[in-house]
């Protein structure tokens, strides 16, 4: 049987979507951002800036919870095993739980050393010390969060999963005006408001699966079934690898750049929120990848999978010129949502240039990621998280000459270095489907 080709149509339709679930992932933190902008004041940006990273740090550790649980809920889709459906939400969820009680019961010692390791500045302590107490609270529910988006998501209950995400920024946003701009109340109000849309994402999640979900009496025995739980990680090792080399980055990147003082920490802030939106919208496409690329290696379908590769690419070459256009047309009013302070828009200002190149250089990075999830591979971009690092690393030294542009000239170094070694990876492959015929429950 000769399967029919995937087109750019296809593709386009199953990755906007995705996209627009991916991009809403990062609003809450920018949110954030803009809305205490909006008061002027450069302190409590950069304090919200360090917060961020830290739970930014701690959150994309577990990442795997949301990916790992989309993989097994389209597996038992497929399988048609109702049991395999149940516990493919059951167990994230539990681990989830668990694992967010044990970030509150443990929030001293976590708050304490992750501020040391960002080096934040005395003067945002207490802010960023607020901020964090109150965002704590919402660990269990992140993380249960990530469990029940990933499970909608692999059901194909995509529409579901974006009607989630929409109701909690929009809940986010009211908040942040009303705790922030009307009451007054700042970092803490800013927090408060982004808990409890924390919070309704696992509500409304909930609510929309109820009648899918069931409880049956044997359950509870194989809801502790260690097995499970060990294959759970095991899959996800290379990927949490990966994760905390790229959070390792992250951290120095902000520890770095906060050495030149509130002012340029609280413009790289900035810049950082643009640029997870930027990295969210080729994440997306990546996604599409993924189920494109999985699926034609389910069939073994080679032809499959290489015009799946030629649409990444495709897509993604589009995507690069269209955010490098709308980054140099709406540069002043994308900079002016984040803040009101002339002096904040002038660093940010100094610093934009870096910006502009890199969906260029970071763009290809977050594609083929998506290829190589689809294959079920994450040796090759563990192996090209390694190597950024280490570029990351030598070209970080360049700020003893040219100061925080040495910082950027690092990051656009790193995302340039993960770009270039996976498509070297991805050309690599003379045949994709022969050399991984092993055995795999889903993709990594």
């Given amino acids: 049987m000769v399967t029919p080709p995937v087109t750019a149509r296809q593709y386009g ?261 643009i640029q997870y939106l930027i990295a969210y919208w080729f994440g997306g496409l990546g996604s599409a990848s993924t189920i494109l690329v999985g699926r034609s290696r389910g069939r073994h379908d080679e032809a499959g999978y290489r015009q799946s590769v030629r649409l990444t690419r495709k897509f993604g070459l589009a995507s690069i010129l269209l955010m490098m256009i709308l980054l140099v047309i709406f540069q002043y009013p994308l900079l002016r949502s984040f803040s009101t302070d002339p002096d904040l828009l002038d660093f940010a200002r100094l610093y934009y240039g870096w910006i502009l190149i890199f969906p260029l250089t970071g763009g290809f990075a977050m594609l083929y990621e998506g290829v190589f999830s689809g294959l079920a591979q994450a040796k090759p971009v563990r192996n090209s998280m390694i190597q950024a690092f280490l570029v990351f690393a030598l070209l970080l030294l360049s700020v003893y000459w040219i100061g925080n542009h040495g910082v950027w000239l690092a990051f656009i170094g790193f995302g340039l270095m993960r770009s270039v070694s996976l498509h070297l990876a991805e050309r690599r492959r003379s045949s994709v489907f022969e050399a991984h015929n092993e055995k795999t429950d889903l993709p990594v």
């Fill in 13 to 273: 339709l199953l990755a906007y979507p995705l996209i627009l679930s991916s991009i809403l992932t990062p609003l809450l933190g920018v949110t954030d951002t803009i809305v205490i902008g909006q008061t002027g004041d450069a302190v409590a940006i950069g304090a919200i800036a360090i917060a961020a990273v830290f739970f930014n740090t701690i959150y994309w550790l577990f990442g795997f919870l949301k990916v790992s649980t989309t993989g097994f809920s389209a597996q038992a889709s497929v399988h048609h095993d109702e049991t395999a459906l149940h516990f493919a939400l059951y167990r994230p969820v539990l681990l989830g739980l668990l694992i967010g009680l044990a970030l509150m019961l443990f929030r001293v010692p976590l708050t304490e050393g992750g501020l040391y390791l960002l080096a934040a500045p005395e003067t945002l302590l207490p802010d960023v010390t607020t901020y964090i107490h109150y965002r704590m609270y919402g660990a269990p529910f992140v993380l249960i969060g990530y469990a029940v988006l990933g499970w909608l998501i692999g059901q194909g209950q995509v529409k579901r999963a974006l009607l989630i995400q929409v109701f909690s920024n929009v809940i986010n946003i009211v908040l942040d005006i009303v705790f922030v701009l009307g009451l007054g109340y700042g970092v803490a109000g800013v927090a408060i408001a982004t808990l409890v849309s924390e919070i309704s994402i696992v509500a409304f999640g909930f609510l929309f699966m109820f009648r899918q979900l069931a409880w049956k009496p044997d359950y509870r025995g194989l809801l502790f079934h260690v097995q499970a739980y060990r294959q759970f990680f095991t899959v996800n090792a290379d990927l949490f690898v990966r994760t905390i080399f790229l959070l390792i980055v992250t951290g120095w990147f902000t520890r770095t750049g906060a050495s030149f003082g509130p002012d340029v920490l609280a413009a790289n802030a900035i810049l950082l929120q």
